[in-house]
C-alpha cells in the first residue's frame, strides 16, 4: 500500500499536469534515459504519472527528448490517454512547457508543471500546490528550507508574498544568502498560463527561457503569487546513481511504514525491500532480508521467512515461504501451504496445504492440496523450445530425488517412487517407479580396496 492508494482528491476544478521528462541525464552514467531508472520497482517518471493521476489531474501533457520512443511507451503504459510532446531544442525550462502548447490551449483551470526526475513528491503535495489557485492566485512555486541552497534558486519574498525566484548563478551575494529556495514545481492558473509563458524571455547568464521568470511576469501584470512549502526530501531530484540510492532509501522508509501501519510485522524493517505495489494483509510476518519484487500479493496470517526473494506471486493466507525461498512470476501458493529451504517456484499453483519443504524446482505446475513433494524433485518444463505443464494431484506423494518430466500427470493419491525419473503419467492411486532395479555384490568392497591399495604401493 502506498499513498497514492490512500490519497483522495477534493477539488472539482480541471487540472492538466505537464510533465518534464526530455533530459538526457549524462551524470547517470546509462544508455537509459534518466527518468526510466526505477525506485521501488517502477521508473521515476512512473512514481510522477501515479501521483498525479492521484491528485485529480484529468489531463496530463509529457514532455520528452528526440528519439525517445522508449520514454513514449512508458508513459502510454501508465496514461495511454496523455499528450505526448518532443522537445527538439533544449533551451530552458519554459520553453519545455511550451512545447505542449496544444494542451495549454484546451481550457483548463489549473495547470501543474512536474518534472519526470522527482519521484517522491506525493500526491497530497501537488494538491497543496494547487489550492491557492482556486482563491485567487495566479501562479503557486513550491519551497523548500534547504540546508544547503547551493545551486538552488532563491525565493526572494516580502513578507508572506513571492516577488521572485531568482536562479543561483544570476544571484547576488545577498541573494544567495537566502535559504527559502525552489523545489522546481509550479501550479499556474489555466486562463493565464500561456500569457505568462509567452512573456518569459532568455536574458539570463545562461540564456535560456526559465520558467521561474513568469512569477515576476505575473506580479507586474497585476496577479497575485503564493508559495507551497513542503519538506526538502520530497523534492529530491535525482541526477546521478547516489541520488538514485538516496530517493530508493526515502522511498523503502516511507513504504516499510506504511506496511506496519497497516498492520504488518517487519522484524528487522531496514533489511527488508518492498516494491511500489507490494501488497500484504493483516498479521503477516516477514523475516530479515526478505526482497520483494513487482506484483506480490501475501494475504493475512502468511510468515515469509529469511533471504526470501518474491516476485509475481500470489501467497495466501496462513502460507509459509522460506528462508532462501524464490518465487517467481506465476506462483501461487495456497492457505497453510509451505514452500520450504532453496525452492525455487515459477508459474505453479501449490493447493491448500500442500508442502514443497526443500530443495525443489516447480515450473508450469500444478499441485492439488495436501500434496507433498520431496527434496530434490524438478519439473522438467522446457526442451529448449516450448514449456510444458505438469499436473500433480490431490494428496499425492512424490519421492525425493525424483524428476518429473513434462508433459505428465501424477494423479490424486498417487506415488513416486525415491530417484525416479517419471515420463509417462501415473493413475491415482498408484505407485510410480523410474529407476534401474538395485543389484548387491557381496564382498565386492573388500576386493576393490586391496586391488587399490596394491597399486597404489607400486
Same mark, same amino acid.
Given at each position: ?11 472539482? &476544478? /480541471?487540472? =492538466?499536469?505537464? *510533465? @518534464? !521528462? $526530455? ?6 552514467? +546509462? ?10 520497482? &517502477? /521508473?521515476? =517518471?512512473?512514481? *510522477? @504519472? !501515479? $501521483? ?6 484529468? +489531463? ?399
Amino acid at each position: 500500500m502506498t499513498s497514492t492508494d490512500t490519497f483522495k482528491p477534493s477539488s472539482p &476544478r /480541471s487540472c =492538466l499536469a505537464i *510533465v @518534464l !521528462a $526530455a533530459g538526457e541525464g549524462t551524470r547517470m552514467k +546509462s544508455a537509459k534515459p534518466k527518468v526510466l531508472h526505477q525506485v521501488a520497482n &517502477r /521508473s521515476m =517518471l512512473g512514481h *510522477v @504519472l !501515479a $501521483a498525479l493521476t492521484t491528485a485529480g489531474a484529468t +489531463s496530463t501533457a509529457v514532455v520528452i527528448g528526440p528519439d525517445r520512443e522508449d520514454v513514449a511507451k512508458e508513459v502510454q503504459k501508465d496514461r495511454p490517454d496523455a499528450w505526448i510532446f518532443v522537445q527538439k531544442d533544449r533551451l530552458g525550462t519554459a520553453h519545455a512547457v511550451l512545447t505542449a502548447r496544444e494542451a495549454l490551449e484546451q481550457p483548463v483551470d489549473d495547470v501543474i508543471v512536474a518534472f519526470g526526475d522527482t519521484p517522491l513528491i506525493l500526491p497530497e503535495t501537488f494538491a497543496k500546490l494547487r489550492a491557492p489557485l482556486a482563491e485567487g492566485a495566479a501562479v503557486v512555486a513550491m519551497g523548500f528550507e534547504a540546508k544547503d541552497p547551493t545551486g538552488y534558486g532563491r525565493f526572494i519574498t516580502s513578507g508572506d508574498q513571492l516577488l521572485a525566484i531568482r536562479e543561483h548563478k544570476d544571484a547576488s551575494e545577498a541573494e544567495r544568502a537566502i535559504t527559502l529556495c525552489n523545489g522546481g514545481l509550479m501550479a499556474i492558473r489555466g486562463d493565464v498560463a500561456l500569457t505568462l509563458l509567452d512573456r518569459v524571455e532568455n536574458t539570463n547568464v545562461k540564456g535560456e527561457y526559465y520558467l521561474t521568470d513568469i512569477v515576476e511576469i505575473a506580479r507586474h501584470l497585476g496577479h497575485r503569487t503564493a508559495i507551497a512549502v513542503v519538506s526538502e526530501e520530497e523534492v529530491h531530484g535525482v541526477n546521478d546513481r547516489a541520488q538514485l540510492a538516496a530517493a530508493e532509501r526515502i522511498i523503502q522508509e516511507r513504504l516499510r511504514h506504511e506496511v506496519m501501519a497497516s498492520g504488518v510485522t517487519l522484524v528487522a524493517p531496514e533489511t527488508v525491500f518492498l516494491s511500489h505495489d507490494t501488497r500484504l494483509g493483516q498479521d503477516v510476518v516477514v523475516e530479515p532480508h526478505v526482497v520483494f519484487g513487482p506484483g506480490v500479493v501475501v494475504e493475512a496470517g502468511a510468515v515469509i521467512h529469511s533471504f526470501s526473494h518474491l516476485e509475481g506471486a500470489h501467497i495466501a493466507a496462513g502460507a509459509g515461504v522460506g528462508p532462501f525461498a524464490r518465487l517467481r512470476p506465476g506462483a501461487s501458493v495456497g492457505p497453510r501451504a509451505k514452500v520450504g529451504n532453496f525452492v525455487e517456484i515459477k508459474n505453479t499453483e501449490l493447493g491448500a496445504g500442500a508442502k514443497v519443504s526443500h530443495l525443489t524446482y516447480l515450473g508450469d505446475a500444478s499441485v492439488g492440496a495436501e500434496a507433498n513433494i520431496g527434496a530434490g524433485t524438478i519439473t522438467c518444463n522446457y526442451d529448449g523450445f516450448g514449456k510444458y505443464r505438469t499436473e500433480i494431484g490431490e494428496g499425492a506423494f512424490i519421492g525425493s530425488n525424483s524428476s518429473l518430466v513434462a508433459p505428465v500427470t501424477i494423479g490424486k493419491g498417487a506415488f513416486v517412487g525415491s530417484g525416479s525419473v517419471i515420463t509417462e503419467s501415473i493413475p491415482a492411486d498408484a505407485l510410480g517407479l523410474g529407476r534401474g532395479r538395485q543389484t548387491v555384490k557381496e564382498g565386492w568392497a573388500i576386493a576393490f580396496r586391496e586391488k587399490a591399495q596394491a597399486a597404489k604401493r607400486k
